[in-house]
């Protein structure tokens, strides 16, 4: 779970909680916990950051998700009600996802939630010893309509089935959302 981040692993949860506590206040990044309805705890923390309100241009990141958040729906719906945040509630017209080039969960999940893939950015940082290329991902406005329609059908109760499963995968209706973005290198 540590391994992309440029901190942790933590020794035990008092440090854990130490380093949380630490960047609790910070206005860049701004923190937030992930937490469960269903278990009335936090499971993960997210958080927006390099915000440039001029632009119009905000990012997520710090995606630290429990073994009991990954892959969930609850884990889906955080990621959407940030991104409703972005558009919708402050008006923003993009939304950037960089990750770990060698991150290939994280990869899979912002083309999942609809990201479009824009390039690696070679040896972009050194984090925890090692060269990092960051691979840059995004959503812009003129996506958003397409993609919170996704979402509503995705999250709609009829779309699992009576064991929780969904019926429509939403990698298949973001999919086709961003083959629909033109590839600016080639036109």
Known sequence: MWTYLPYGPFEDAGSYRDWLESVAGN??????????????????????????PSDGSIEVGHLAFSPALQGTTPATEAMVLMMTTVFDDLGYRRYEWKCDGLNAPSRRAAL?????????????????????????????????????????????????????RQRVALSDMTRRISERVPDVATD
Request: aromatic share 16%.
């Open 27 to 52: 206005q860049d990044p701004i923190f937030f916990a992930i937490i469960s309805q269903e278990r009335g705890r936090a499971l993960g923390l997210a958080a927006f950051l390099r915000a440039q």
């Open 112 to 164: 999942r939630l609809g990201f479009v893939y824009e390039g690696t950015f070679r040896q972009a940082s050194v984090v925890k010893g090692r060269n990092r290329d960051t691979a840059w991902f995004s959503v812009i406005d003129k996506d958003w309509p397409l993609l919170k329609a996704a979402f509503q059908k995705w999250l709609a109760p009829e779309n699992f089935d009576h064991g929780g």
